[in-house]
């Protein structure tokens, strides 16, 4: 079976860390008067703030499955 180029414990880690940084940049933005205004008016947080927070997630449970993997 051929070989991967890339090694997956830095990628798995990088992944995470991109992970934790898109989720914490969700927050802050959703801190904003934007999404405040937002999420008072409709009651959910905006659709940008939900794909930071979405797209964290996923990088971050990819990060995880590569760094755990052999």
């Given amino acids: 079976m051929a070989k991967s180029s890339l090694p997956k414990k830095p990628a798995g880690?990088?992944?995470?860390?991109?992970?934790?940084?898109?989720?914490?940049?969700?927050?802050?933005?959703s801190e904003g008067l934007e999404s405040q205004l937002s999420s008072a008016i409709?009651?959910?947080?905006?659709?940008?703030?939900?794909?930071?927070?979405?797209?964290?997630?996923v990088c971050a449970v990819v990060g995880a499955y590569l760094f755990a993997r052999n």
């Fill in 13 to 29: 880690i990088a992944l995470i860390v991109i992970g934790a940084g898109l989720a914490f940049w969700g927050t802050q933005k």
């Fill in 42 to 57: 409709t009651g959910s947080h905006s659709d940008n703030v939900m794909i930071l927070y979405i797209a964290g997630a």
